[in-house]
């Protein structure tokens, strides 16, 4: 069993900064890659980040490329998303979520999920 828990989500105007937490416990070897998914209302859910754990080899979104950064700190079993220049549309419920599987883009790969963190960029 594996739990997550994210947060570090708020308010922030468009072009501005914010640094997402998921801390995993638990069963936390059972994760071999980690990803970032968001949902805004309406919208289906959409991948954003992801990296494996031991590697630390990453795979963005297209939106995301050279405005985000996703890292690991294994040590405390925490991944982060670092997001720059945000925009209105990164408007959404930003999910972390774990899977045994190998770097995957599709939210059906992975079994674990947090409760969600709410971003909300004004313009």
């Known amino acids: 069993q594996v739990q997550l828990v994210e947060s570090g989500g708020g308010l922030v105007q468009a072009g501005g900064s914010l640094r997402l937490s998921c801390a995993a416990s638990?069963?936390?070897?059972?994760?071999?890659?980690m990803v970032w998914f968001r949902q805004a209302p309406g919208k289906e859910r959409e991948f954003v980040a992801t990296?494996?754990?031991?590697?630390?080899?990453?795979f963005y979104a297209d939106p995301m490329k050279g405005r985000s950064t996703i890292s690991r700190d294994n040590a405390k079993n925490t991944v982060f998303l670092q997001m720059n220049s945000l925009k209105p549309e990164d408007t959404a419920v930003y999910y972390c979520?774990?899977?045994?599987?190998?770097?995957?883009?599709?939210?059906?790969?992975?079994?674990?999920w947090g409760q969600g963190t709410q971003v909300t960029v004004a313009s």
């Open positions: 979520a774990g899977s045994r599987a190998v770097l995957s883009t599709t939210s059906g790969d992975y079994n674990y």
């Open positions: 638990g069963r936390t070897f059972l994760i071999y890659t």
């Open positions: 990296i494996e754990w031991s590697g630390g080899s990453t």
